[in-house]
């Protein structure tokens, strides 16, 4: 097992969104319908990460890769403010942590920090969790990230609840840190 984080590049696009729809089903099973789940498609996320892969900035993405397959990934953009679907006050990040997903059999190895560490260092950030994950609550958590009080319904993700954690610049993050 050879665990890697390295910045996306244009060639990971189809494997990315392969990964980005099972992380999802993996997810948020038992927090969405399972006809829900299975309707997503990988072809469904390529527009979106051909336009993050061309275009740098100011969003980047980051992958995990196991042997060279790529088994998870993070993603970052500025701060936009208000959330890309409520009307929730901007946070005080610096940055968004617009998403951050292994795959279940990669999970507890280290590769979420990894992937955090590498998207974010130590920067001022804000993120959009589910309200029942419990587990990327704790994961976040642990990282630096508290509730803030904000929280949003995602109206076409069956109504998902989720809320918003924020954390304050860290400092420079060193490799191995945390």
Not at 79 to 84: D, I, L, Q, R, T
């Amino acid at each position: 097992m050879v665990l890697l984080v390295r910045r996306a590049a244009a060639a990971d696009v189809e494997r990315l969104a392969e990964v980005h729809v099972r992380c999802w089903q993996e997810t948020y099973r038992g927090m969405l319908s399972e006809e829900f789940l299975e309707s997503q498609e990988p072809a469904s996320r390529l527009p979106l990460w051909r336009h993050l892969l061309e275009a740098s900035e100011p969003a980047g993405a980051w992958v995990a890769s196991d042997g060279g397959t790529i088994v998870g990934f993070a993603g970052i953009r500025r701060e936009p403010g208000a959330s890309a679907h409520s009307f929730a006050p901007p946070s005080c990040g610096d940055l968004e942590l617009w998403g951050l997903y292994l795959l279940a059999s990669h999970q507890g190895l280290g590769l979420g920090r990894r992937l955090l560490d590498a998207a974010l260092g130590g920067a001022a950030a804000s993120l959009w969790v589910a309200a029942d994950n419990a587990r990327a609550i704790g994961f976040y958590g642990h990282f630096g990230f508290a509730p803030d009080g904000a929280a949003d319904v995602i109206p076409e993700w069956e109504n998902l609840r989720e809320v918003r954690m924020v954390r304050p610049w860290q400092g420079p993050i060193s490799p191995g840190s945390a």
